[in-house]
T-cell receptor, first 114, second 113 residues
Framework: DSGVTQTPKHLITATGQRVTLRCSPR?????VYWYQQSLDQGLQFLIQ???????AKGNILERFSAQQFPDLHSELNLSSLELGDSALYFC?????????????FGSGTRLTVV | ELKVEQNPLFLSMQEGKNYTIYCNYS?????LYWYRQDPGKSLESLFV?????AVKQEGRLMASLDTKARLSTLHITAAVHDLSATYFC?????????????FGKGTKLSVIP
């Protein structure tokens, strides 16, 4: 157990639907990062939150959004899902911004869009 | 835009042999990470390299960082089957004021008995 908790582990949904992925960071970590891993695109950074505020955006689609709550857990919302959104979604956390003390990854949520 | 290139992307090696995986990156950074991923699993942190000349070793794996050459290497000594996995390097880079990881495409290692 890395200390970063992601739920659910697996999700199967239909095209056009909306899903929410949840991440609880390691205790004491203030930053949460979301990554998408797919066969064709590899591991791509989506978005980062630090202590409740958005700090950096990567290749995140407009159909996707995220937020970090006062208790520091984060949610990634994916809407109008397409087949190409099927991927493994990882959450990572770090103490501050950046990995000076390392990044810790969760076990991921495998999303399958049918 | 930061680019991280790993080579080789696929590596099949016999048990007992040595090999090196290379990771080149395009922008100045002194933070580089190596991760291991088993199929369908999470990313396991192997090494955190935070300065030029950093060298770290764990078991049969040794990682080094040359920030001037923008190059990191992951050396495998006397490979064993349990090392079969995909290995990623990732560079920590502050673009618009906040650090984030940019990953290489990964090296899929198969160690054959």
């Amino acid at each position: 157990d890395s200390g970063v908790t992601q739920t659910p582990k697996h999700l199967i949904t239909a095209t056009g639907q909306r899903v929410t992925l949840r991440c609880s960071p390691r205790s004491g970590d203030l930053s949460v990062y979301w990554y998408q891993q797919s066969l064709d695109q590899g591991l791509q950074f989506l978005i980062q939150y630090y202590n409740g505020e958005e700090r950096a955006k990567g290749n995140i689609l407009e159909r996707f959004s995220a937020q970090q709550f006062p208790d520091l857990h984060s949610e990634l919302n994916l809407s109008s899902l397409e087949l190409g959104d099927s991927a493994l979604y990882f959450c990572a956390s770090s103490v501050h911004t950046g990995g000076g003390y390392g990044y810790t990854f969760g076990s991921g949520t495998r999303l399958t869009v049918v | 835009e930061l680019k991280v290139e790993q080579n080789p992307l696929f590596l099949s090696m016999q048990e007992g042999k040595n090999y090196t995986i290379y990771c080149n990156y395009s922008t100045t950074s002194d933070r580089l990470y190596w991760y291991r991923q088993d199929p369908g699993k999470s990313l396991e942190s192997l090494f955190v390299l935070l300065s030029n000349g950093a060298v770290k070793q764990e078991g049969r794996l040794m990682a080094s960082l040359d920030t001037k050459a923008r190059l990191s290497t992951l050396h495998i000594t006397a490979a064993v089957h349990d090392l079969s996995a995909t290995y990623f390097c990732a560079v920590d880079y502050s673009g618009a004021g906040s650090y984030q990881l940019t990953f290489g495409k990964g090296t899929k290692l198969s160690v054959i008995p």
